[in-house]
């Protein structure tokens, strides 16, 4: 009886035994479905699938284009207000071979030589430049997104047209406008702007502004890398700014891919870089910079590469109409090319350089203004084009006969 009653009781726990596990078995799926570790075990499934199977190695690309100095002398600005109907100013007219070519690019950089404090304090030319805001519109319209504002003219007429000129440019969208601030607090933000996968910026240093001091305590109104001497070993104040540039380019250099420093430096009309040029070149370059733009001179200087760093010493002139007419200040030059990163090596290449020469025509007494590329037809009515090509290509190539300069429309 005894071992009857515990065959029974051993039946008895192999049933329930049974039952629990076929309840579990059932229930399963509904732990399953329910179990709030399911996304986090899926992601860190994926995640450990991804870095055991790598990305599809990619390369992304970004288009550059640049001219140089918008030099607003008073006859421009007039014509500009004649394209108008004296009805305000109209600049469109003079960039119409421009546009459809500098419209095609990711980013597009020029020069804001004269500050735009707006027709509201008056408009002036040499010495002292003050422009309208339509300058920038027309600039703008054109399809230019980067401009730098720190030249010797930027104190031209004092803090009051920084500031219009701040204002202006702080209302532009999708547009970096980098040199010139209001204050410390907009000097020392870091605006980084992001196209095709590539994060870029841009700074900007004067070498001077014309003898004009910068207001005490303002230091902000303009970024001023002094040049004080002749030799830069021997310049105290200038190799003291590197470690402001330094510190600049270092708050920064981690977070983006691309960076582009636009100096306004060199000797007016000289064709060549100075000491303080390549000197300040180098030790751009020493810190990371991947392109390095120059403007100033009103003439087209030297393009080379100092390591995989792209130098243009001086794009020269894109628009302006000097009393003295000389060829020099009239051709200019616009620099392309293409940006590069690639997933896998995780580095930015600068590739398709080229250059084309550009040419501010007008009449005998600085009427009927149009900016025209070397490439363009219209460029066939300047007397001796062939020639002028051919002397400036020169100039381009000094340092280095690799860079490619566009020919000639025939």
Same mark, same amino acid.
């Given at each position: 009886?005894?071992?009857?009653?515990?065959?029974?009781?051993?039946?008895?726990?192999?049933?329930?035994?049974?039952?629990?596990?076929?309840?579990?078995?059932?229930?399963?799926?509904?732990?399953?479905?329910?179990?709030?570790?399911?996304? $986090?075990?899926?992601?860190?499934?994926? $995640?450990?699938?991804?870095?055991?199977?790598?990305?599809?190695?990619?390369?992304?690309?970004?288009?550059?284009?640049?001219? !140089?100095?918008?030099?607003?002398?008073?006859?421009?600005?007039?014509? #500009?207000?004649?394209? *108008?109907?004296?009805?305000?100013?109209?600049?469109?007219?003079?960039?119409?071979?421009?546009?459809?070519?500098?419209?095609?690019?990711?980013?597009?950089?020029?020069?804001?030589?004269?500050?735009?404090?707006?027709?509201?304090?008056?408009?002036?030319?040499?010495? *002292?430049?003050?422009?309208?805001?339509?300058?920038?519109?027309?600039?703008?319209?054109?399809?230019?997104?980067? +401009?730098?504002?720190?030249?010797?003219?930027?104190?031209?007429?004092? $803090?009051? #047209?920084?500031?219009?000129?701040?204002?202006?440019?702080?209302?532009?969208?999708?547009?970096?406008?980098?040199?010139?601030?209001?204050?410390?607090?907009?000097?020392?933000?870091?605006?980084?702007?992001?196209?095709?996968?590539?994060?870029?910026?841009?700074?900007?240093?004067?070498?001077?502004?014309?003898?004009?001091?910068?207001?005490?305590?303002?230091?902000? &109104?303009?970024?001023?890398?002094?040049?004080?001497?002749?030799?830069?070993?021997?310049?105290?104040?200038?190799?003291?700014?590197?470690?402001?540039?330094?510190?600049?380019?270092?708050?920064?250099?981690?977070?983006?891919?691309?960076?582009?420093?636009?100096?306004?430096? !060199?000797?007016?009309?000289?064709?060549?870089?100075?000491? /303080?040029?390549?000197?300040?070149?180098? /030790?751009?370059?020493?810190? !990371?910079?991947?392109?390095?733009?120059?403007?100033?001179?009103? +003439?087209?200087?030297?393009?080379?590469?100092?390591?995989?760093?792209?130098?243009? =010493?001086? &794009?020269?002139?894109?628009?302006?109409?000097?009393? +003295?007419?000389?060829?020099?200040?009239?051709?200019?030059?616009?620099?392309?090319?293409?940006? $590069?990163?690639?997933?896998?090596?995780?580095?930015?290449?600068?590739?398709?350089?080229?250059?084309?020469?550009? =040419?501010?025509?007008?009449?005998?007494?600085?009427?009927?203004?149009?900016?025209?590329?070397?490439?363009?037809? #219209?460029?066939?009515?300047?007397?001796?084009?062939?020639?002028?090509?051919?002397?400036?290509?020169?100039?381009?190539?000094? /340092?280095?006969?690799?860079?490619?300069?566009?020919?000639?429309?025939?």
């Amino acid at each position: 009886m005894a071992k009857r009653r515990r065959k029974r009781k051993i039946n008895k726990l192999k049933v329930i035994r049974f039952i629990i596990i076929l309840l579990f078995l059932i229930s399963l799926p509904i732990i399953v479905l329910n179990n709030p570790h399911k996304k $986090e075990l899926t992601k860190a499934k994926k $995640e450990t699938k991804e870095k055991i199977e790598p990305k599809e190695e990619t390369t992304t690309k970004l288009s550059l284009i640049m001219v !140089g100095d918008n030099l607003i002398h008073d006859s421009i600005y007039k014509e #500009a207000n004649k394209n *108008a109907n004296y009805n305000g100013y109209d600049f469109k007219p003079i960039l119409e071979y421009i546009k459809p070519i500098v419209s095609k690019y990711d980013l597009a950089y020029y020069n804001q030589e004269t500050i735009l404090g707006g027709s509201e304090i008056g408009l002036s030319s040499y010495p *002292a430049f003050n422009s309208p805001y339509e300058v920038g519109d027309a600039m703008i319209d054109t399809g230019f997104n980067l +401009v730098s504002l720190a030249t010797n003219h930027t104190l031209d007429r004092g $803090e009051k #047209a920084i500031i219009n000129s701040r204002n202006y440019w702080d209302k532009q969208k999708d547009v970096i406008a980098a040199g010139s601030y209001q204050s410390e607090e907009d000097r020392n933000k870091i605006i980084i702007k992001e196209k095709n996968g590539i994060k870029y910026t841009l700074l900007n240093y004067t070498y001077g502004t014309n003898g004009i001091p910068i207001p005490n305590g303002k230091d902000y &109104l303009v970024n001023i890398w002094p040049v004080t001497g002749v030799n830069p070993n021997n310049d105290i104040r200038y190799q003291q700014y590197k470690e402001i540039v330094k510190k600049d380019i270092e708050n920064l250099k981690d977070k983006v891919d691309f960076l582009i420093v636009a100096m306004h430096w !060199g000797i007016e009309y000289q064709q060549d870089a100075n000491e /303080y040029q390549k000197d300040a070149a180098n /030790y751009l370059v020493s810190l !990371g910079v991947n392109l390095i733009v120059g403007t100033h001179p009103h +003439v087209i200087q030297p393009v080379d590469y100092i390591n995989n760093t792209l130098v243009i =010493y001086s &794009l020269g002139n894109f628009l302006s109409a000097h009393e +003295v007419i000389n060829m020099d200040n009239r051709v200019g030059l616009m620099t392309s090319l293409n940006v $590069e990163k690639n997933s896998k090596k995780n580095k930015i290449e600068i590739k398709d350089v080229n250059n084309e020469l550009l =040419y501010t025509d007008y009449t005998i007494d600085h009427t009927n203004i149009k900016v025209i590329p070397f490439s363009n037809k #219209a460029i066939t009515n300047i007397n001796d084009y062939k020639n002028i090509y051919e002397k400036y290509k020169k100039v381009v190539q000094k /340092y280095n006969q690799n860079i490619i300069v566009k020919e000639i429309y025939q």
